[in-house]
């Protein structure tokens, strides 16, 4: 728990002998999309299996998808994830990058609003450990009866945000008391967002040893039917990229919005950051950034994929100088914009 927990003084007008209780607190759940274990096949396999039967995610009917899924692809996808895994593993914690930063953004936050005793700040992953479930029982143990459940996704999506909420409010169903409930939504245009965005990038520009000739702005990528069917992730991308680029006063063809992490022979949502990264290459271009706004912090698709898949695209097809911007993780501006967001929806509860 990163706040100390203890019990809120109830009414002295309640008979003497009735029981003590905590109530009155305010609880804040940050929720990233989530981590394996380990690095090991069955550590993977666990973590991929609870990733790829959400319905959420892959919107294929049972009867297709699951001896899909239960065959060939629990059985080979573990060794190829456990080794992209491994290669950016914290090993001084023993734990992915996502969980160390996610973790550092809960303790943070605490600290940021640590002025306010009723505010207890927690963490949580919609996949793998720890759960949402247990957090919110943490939580409602620590005598919070109103929380705020915060995805830590800036584009909407049904498979990220949507996916969230669904497992906070499947918990809720299970509870003979339940507390109050906010979430948060999506935060893709918020003006704090995109300063931030623009700050870091121009911070991490600054510290490189090259000038990028074009940034592609790369998020994750989803099956084009997704947008067909309502999902507004593509628009929400789409403007992100768009106002970011306007908040560092470029030009059009300076900043790209990209998409990553396809699989699956269905479209995607185009243009493609590894088909782009090599056509850039190709076409002459030498030096280029790639920055990840759709992701809160480094992972495995922006440390292995970005960092390394198409750092590598890009050399082999005559690219010279490529660099993987990081994420907004726990920095100063990563920070005062959970704060920023947190403390706006807290309004009213605070």
């Known amino acids: 728990m990163t706040s100390q927990t203890a019990d809120i003084a109830v009414p002295a007008t309640q008979p003497a002998d009735h029981p003590s209780i905590s109530i009155g607190r305010v609880g804040v759940l940050l929720v990233n999309l989530g981590t394996p274990d380990a ?24 009867l297709i998808w699951w001896p899909l ?3 060939v692809i629990l059985t080979t996808r573990p060794q190829k994830s456990g080794k992209n895994y491994e290669s950016i593993w914290n090993k001084e914690r023993n734990e992915s990058p996502l969980r160390t930063i996610t973790r550092a953004q809960s303790d943070k936050l605490s600290t940021a609003l640590s002025g306010n005793p009723r505010i207890v700040v927690e963490w949580a992953m919609r996949y793998g450990t720890p759960t949402i479930a247990e957090k919110i029982d943490g939580l409602k143990r620590a005598g919070c009866d109103r929380i705020l459940i915060a995805p830590l996704y800036p ?29 948060l939504p999506a935060y893709h245009d918020d003006p704090v967002y995109i300063a931030a965005l623009a700050t870091s990038v121009e911070r991490s520009i600054a510290a490189l040893d090259f000038e990028p000739e074009i940034v592609l702005a790369s998020f994750h990528g989803l099956p084009k039917r997704n947008l067909e069917l309502g999902d507004p992730y593509h628009c929400h991308c789409v403007k992100t990229a768009r106002l970011l680029r306007e ?23 185009q243009p493609y950051t590894d088909k782009t990264v090599e056509a850039l290459a190709k076409a002459g271009v030498k030096r280029i950034a790639v920055v990840t706004p759709g992701f809160a912090a480094d992972c495995v698709e922006t440390l292995e994929e970005i960092a390394g898949e198409n750092a590598e695209i890009f050399r082999h097809n005559g690219g010279e100088h490529f660099a993987a911007l990081p994420c907004l993780n726990d920095s100063p501006e990563g920070m005062a914009l959970l704060e920023h967001l947190v403390r706006r929806e807290l309004l009213g509860w605070v």
Request: zero cysteines.
């Open 39 to 62: 690095t090991d096949y069955w550590s993977m396999r666990r973590y991929l299996k609870e990733f790829l039967s959400d319905p959420r995610v892959i919107e294929v009917p049972k």
């Open 155 to 183: 584009q909407y999506s049904a498979t990220t945000t949507a996916t969230v909420n669904d497992k906070a409010f499947d918990k809720l169903r299970t509870m003979r008391w339940q507390p109050a409930v906010r979430t």
């Open 247 to 269: 908040q560092l006063g470029w030009p059009m063809e300076k900043l790209r919005a990209t998409f990553q992490s396809r699989f699956g022979k269905a479209e995607w949502l």
């Open 69 to 71: 899924l239960n065959g």
